[in-house]
């Protein structure tokens, strides 16, 4: 069913798994990504940017998700990822998104916990989840780009103190991983996100997925990240595919010769993501 990210962590959780979160950058990639999830009978977070959603539509976005989590019986959220500007998160809980993401990483931490209580409220009395975000993940965030010198890992008194104080229902870490970083892999810091575990009772949230490695996706998982973010990968496997495809096809060929497999590229980098993610022992 269409459901929350609350919904989906909490069963995560009773399964000790981590649901995969994965960005869609058009339309035509979407289906694909939930009938993914469906052939593992996992559930499955569709995020986008606040540029994406602009672009495809807010409604149409959930249009799909909705129907889709109907006839293919999957439990789907829709979710926005990093949005900073109050406006932007509540068209989209206005428009039917499931879920949002309020980013306040950049601000002072008592304006970040204000402004996150504020889209709480808004989004709880609307049966809408929140992520909120401490720390500073690496690489590039809605193409501000951030330096490593500026890169503040999540201090786990201060998770723990943000959440008391906010309500949100996920908590963004910033341990080590970069957004964007997919010609390399990232070396996490399981120590720092054992102890924030230990402070922190809410499910717990990787962005930059793309550049973990395999093998530690199950320590991550042992030590509470239920939302796990993929999205460049998706946009290399699509992109690469669609140079090949578009490369020599005569233009008069109907597109979905080409497109066809680029969605099939993406719905495999999806498929061993949530493998990964489901079957945790092939990871430790
Ligand atoms: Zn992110």
Same mark, same amino acid.
């Given at each position: 069913?269409?459901t929350t990210l609350k919904e989906i962590t909490e069963?995560?959780?009773?399964?000790?798994?981590?649901?995969?979160?994965?960005?869609?950058?058009?339309?035509?990639?979407?289906?694909?990504?939930?009938?993914?999830?469906?052939?593992?009978?996992?559930?499955?977070?569709?995020?986008?940017?606040?540029?994406?959603?602009?672009?495809?539509?807010?409604?149409?976005?959930?249009?799909?998700?909705?129907? %889709? $989590?109907?006839?293919?019986?999957?439990?789907?959220a829709?979710?926005?990822?990093?949005?900073?500007?109050?406006?932007?998160?509540?068209?989209?809980?206005?428009?039917?998104?499931s879920s949002?993401?309020?980013?306040?990483?950049?601000?002072?931490?008592?304006?970040?916990?204000?402004?996150?209580?504020?889209?709480?409220?808004?989004?709880?009395?609307?049966?809408v989840s929140v992520?909120?975000?401490?720390?500073?993940?690496?690489?590039?965030?809605?193409?501000?780009?951030?330096?490593?010198?500026?890169?503040?890992?999540?201090?786990?008194?201060?998770?723990?103190?943000?959440?008391?104080?906010?309500?949100?229902d996920a908590?963004?870490? $910033?341990?080590?991983?970069?957004?964007?970083?997919?010609?390399?892999?990232?070396?996490?810091?399981?120590?720092?996100?054992?102890?924030?575990?230990?402070?922190?009772?809410?499910p717990?949230?990787?962005?930059?997925?793309?550049?973990?490695?395999?093998?530690?996706?199950? +320590?991550?998982?042992?030590?509470?990240?239920? +939302?796990?973010?993929?999205?460049?990968?998706?946009?290399?496997?699509?992109?690469?595919?669609?140079?090949?495809?578009?490369?020599?096809?005569?233009?008069?060929?109907?597109?979905?010769?080409?497109?066809?497999?680029?969605?099939?590229?993406?719905?495999?980098?999806?498929?061993?993501?949530?493998?990964?993610? %489901?079957?945790?022992?092939?990871?430790?």
């Amino acid at each position: 069913m269409y459901t929350t990210l609350k919904e989906i962590t909490e069963m995560a959780t009773k399964r000790n798994i981590t649901a995969g979160a994965f960005n869609t950058h058009n339309l035509e990639m979407l289906p694909d990504l939930i009938r993914a999830a469906k052939d593992f009978e996992a559930p499955i977070i569709i995020q986008t940017s606040v540029d994406t959603a602009k672009y495809i539509g807010h409604e149409n976005l959930v249009a799909v998700c909705q129907a %889709m $989590a109907k006839t293919e019986q999957v439990d789907v959220a829709l979710h926005l990822d990093h949005a900073r500007d109050f406006a932007d998160i509540k068209e989209a809980i206005d428009k039917g998104y499931s879920s949002v993401m309020y980013d306040g990483s950049h601000l002072p931490f008592l304006e970040n916990v204000l402004n996150t209580k504020e889209v709480v409220a808004y989004a709880h009395e609307r049966g809408v989840s929140v992520e909120g975000e401490i720390g500073t993940i690496g690489g590039t965030e809605e193409g501000i780009q951030v330096s490593e010198q500026d890169k503040v890992y999540t201090n786990p008194k201060d998770a723990l103190a943000f959440v008391k104080q906010t309500g949100v229902d996920a908590l963004a870490v $910033a341990i080590g991983t970069n957004h964007g970083q997919y010609r390399s892999k990232t070396e996490v810091n399981v120590a720092l996100l054992e102890e924030i575990h230990r402070s922190v009772a809410i499910p717990l949230v990787i962005h930059g997925g793309t550049g973990v490695k395999e093998e530690d996706i199950g +320590k991550l998982v042992d030590r509470g990240i239920r +939302k796990f973010n993929v999205g460049t990968e998706l946009l290399v496997a699509w992109t690469k595919t669609a140079k090949e495809t578009f490369s020599d096809t005569p233009v008069n060929q109907s597109l979905r010769h080409m497109i066809i497999p680029c969605n099939h590229a993406v719905k495999q980098v999806v498929s061993k993501k949530i493998a990964c993610f %489901m079957n945790r022992s092939l990871n430790q």
